[in-house]
């Protein structure tokens, strides 16, 4: 095994809060999932590590990974993970003699490379000149011209004022797309389709890009409409080798963020596929590049492609990548930045096999597609007893999802010899992910990976809002489907009821009634050793299981079928929430004497939301555009609330005048908090 740095030499590797709650070997990220891997892959070679955590991240798991950690601050960004002096200052106290950046924040910072350049540290990424040509999109765009990279039609200067915006809109044609210069990961981005969105495009754009990378600028060019969104995995050395390590399709977004990504892509041949990697790999040398790099394009429906931007990092999705190559690309990075050249031709790297992976998120999916969700993790566990299931991740039962970090809970990755091998492993893993204390995105991922148009590859950017356009619903249940989930609720509460019945007597046999929805069934259901048969509007469905009821999985067979359910919560009232086909579903159990008296209880009336406006997620408030009196359109934007860097702007559901306004500009508030009541 190679080491390339010996002597118990430490690597500072940080993590950001792109993810959780790591940073290792003195990573310079916060996002706990690069961390951890960036430590394992340290220890394999033999490497030492040092850990740099906020005081909230204290208890993290990287922390807990490294042989030492260094806290650098508090826990809001710019006093911990983008702060440089204390970064260096946590380098100097551990003798770190390299620094792996991770994902985001510093990883694309040249200032920082420079200062670890001028104290002798290893930056283990490309040098500052590539990080300040690709990490400038107006710079990146002329460079990828000289270089003879296809390119986006659109303005190549900074765009100053809104009004400026608007010009060059027009002039440009609509659509076009506002992007942060020095922005990335779904950062600092909008679409306009007319003046109004560019002006508020231009507005949000440019407040998330100062809130998350510190630079403002935007640029404006034409928006390529339904696209593919595929990009190159590129790797180089400084004796000025590079290859392109194949493709990762990444269509699957929710603003402008993956959601799901695999390789390699259905829709590229290997004529596309070369051309495409010829490209990316001219753009690197164009730039001296050294390290792994990525470098995006926008495909349409002829493969005509553009380049998009250059990531001068590791990517989020670098492990599809590693599946069906076999190259660890962390050790290639440490490799390079040691000195040594690439170990392989083009003509070495191979693609074996298909490689999945989807985001696993603390988000709300019914809300935007995922809004992000607070809270403590009170059980988790990942489904590793899968063959050929990958989870990176930064997190462990217990771990805090907190407002000041990307919500991401994990990576999870499935491979297999075909693309349908790999999606049916990735939906059996979602199904035995356990995930509780907070809301979570599995259900859409599920949906997504087992929906017909995504299964024969014909999926774009626009693939969320096409599949979904009034809103992710959760997984609709076909009339044999919800035969299965109630008959699973039935028996399961037939299990309960006789586990914690001391006589039994002869019965075997119960009349129950079931409620899921608004809709009422009568069950019958008799039981026999670890077999329920139970009878739902005529249909017999025979329940076989083992009825754990300590585990959160619940495997049964139905009619032959096996499902993998879990129950999050049963009491004892009959109600009972199932997690079936990913999604979460409320059943009601109750005995035909209890379905009778209770139709005598009065029901809670709902809270009439017309009139007040509630925050939709915990964050951060950024502005409030009304105070009492004044008289707000239906439509109008009332405030602003900042959560996990993105900014979301609330508008009022009717017209009406302001009554009170019980939040300020500063403060933090927490999902379902009251901001605005209006007349």
């Not at 006589?503 to 039981?527: D, I, P, S, Y």
Request: hydrophobic share 40%; glycine share 8%.
């Amino acid at each position: 095994m190679f080491m390339p740095f010996l002597g118990g030499v430490d690597i500072i590797t940080w993590l950001t809060s792109d993810y959780f709650y790591m940073n290792s070997a003195l990573s310079a990220r916060r996002d706990h999932i690069s961390c951890n891997e960036v430590i394992k892959t340290c220890k394999k070679m033999g490497i030492q590590t040092v850990a740099v955590h906020s005081d909230v991240d204290a208890n993290a798991v990287h922390v807990k990974m490294a042989d030492e950690a260094v806290c650098v601050g508090p826990a809001p960004t710019s006093k911990s993970y983008l702060n440089m002096d204390a970064i260096m200052n946590a380098i100097r106290v551990t003798g770190a003699e390299a620094v792996h950046p991770g994902y985001g924040f510093l990883s694309e910072n040249k200032e920082f490379a420079k200062r670890l350049a001028a104290e002798g540290v290893t930056f283990i990424g490309p040098d500052t000149h590539a990080i300040q040509a690709m990490g400038d999109k107006i710079e990146s765009k002329l460079i990828a011209k000289a270089a003879k990279v296809n390119v986006i039609p659109g303005f190549d200067g900074v765009v100053k004022t809104a009004e400026e915006a608007v010009k060059i809109a027009q002039d440009t044609g609509y659509p076009v797309m506002i992007k942060a210069s020095a922005g990335g990961g779904g950062k600092g981005m909008r679409i306009a389709w007319n003046d109004e969105e560019t002006r508020e495009g231009f507005r949000f754009s440019s407040q998330e890009a100062a809130s998350s990378f510190g630079d403002d600028r935007l640029l404006i060019e034409k928006y390529i409409d339904n696209p593919r969104h595929i990009e190159i995995q590129v790797l180089a050395d400084q004796h000025g080798n590079a290859l392109w390590l194949n493709e990762r399709e990444c269509s699957v977004q929710r603003r402008n963020q993956k959601v799901v990504e695999e390789a390699p892509s259905t829709f590229l041949d290997p004529v596309t596929r070369q051309a495409m990697g010829e490209q990316a790999v001219q753009l690197a040398k164009a730039v001296k590049y050294s390290s792994a790099g990525t470098v995006e394009f926008l495909v349409d429906s002829k493969k005509n492609f553009y380049f998009l931007e250059m990531n001068t990092r590791l990517q989020v999705e670098h492990p599809i990548t590693e599946c069906i190559t076999g190259l660890d690309l962390v050790e290639q990075m440490i490799r390079v930045a040691n000195g040594y050249q690439l170990q392989h031709k083009q003509e070495d790297i191979p693609i074996n096999g298909w490689a999945i992976e989807t985001r696993v998120y603390a988000e709300d999916p019914y809300k935007s597609f995922g809004l992000p969700s607070v809270g403590w993790l009170s059980q988790y566990q990942e489904p590793l007893n899968l063959a050929y299931v990958r989870v990176d991740s930064g997190i462990q039962e217990g771990s805090d999802i907190s407002i000041y970090y990307d919500p991401m809970i994990s990576k999870l990755i499935t491979y297999g010899a075909t693309r349908a091998e790999a999606l049916a492993r990735m939906e059996d893993a979602l199904d035995n992910y356990v995930v509780r204390g907070v809301t979570h995105n599995i259900s859409l991922l599920r949906e997504i990976i087992t929906h017909p148009r995504f299964i024969s590859g014909d999926i774009s950017t626009n693939f969320l809002p096409d599949i979904y356009p009034n809103g992710f619903k959760g997984h609709e249940l076909e009339v044999d489907e919800r035969r299965e989930l109630l008959a699973s609720a039935a028996a399961l509460y037939i299990t309960t009821q006789l586990r914690s019945q001391r006589v039994l007597g002869n019965l075997r046999h119960w009349e129950l009634c079931l409620e899921l929805g608004e809709e009422c069934h009568a069950v019958e259901v008799t039981k026999s050793g670890n077999v329920c048969t139970v009878e739902i509007d005529g249909v017999r469905l025979e329940v076989k299981g083992q009825w754990n009821l300590a585990s959160p999985l619940l495997p049964l067979t139905i009619n032959g079928t096996n499902r993998m359910l879990q129950c999050l919560s049963r009491d004892a009232s009959g109600r009972i929430v199932l997690q079936y086909l990913g999604t979460l579903f409320k059943v009601r159990v109750l005995s035909k004497l209890a379905a009778k008296l209770n139709s005598y209880m009065p029901e809670k009336v709902p809270e009439d939301t017309s009139s007040i406006l509630r925050s939709p997620m915990p964050g951060t408030v950024v502005a409030v555009s009304v105070k009492p009196g004044d008289t707000v359109a239906e439509g109008q934007e009332i405030c602003v609330i900042e959560a996990m860097k993105m900014q979301n702007s609330l508008t009022a559901s009717k017209q009406a005048k302001v009554k009170n306004v019980h939040c300020k500009p500063g403060e933090t508030v927490g999902e379902g908090d009251l901001l605005i009541e209006l007349d």
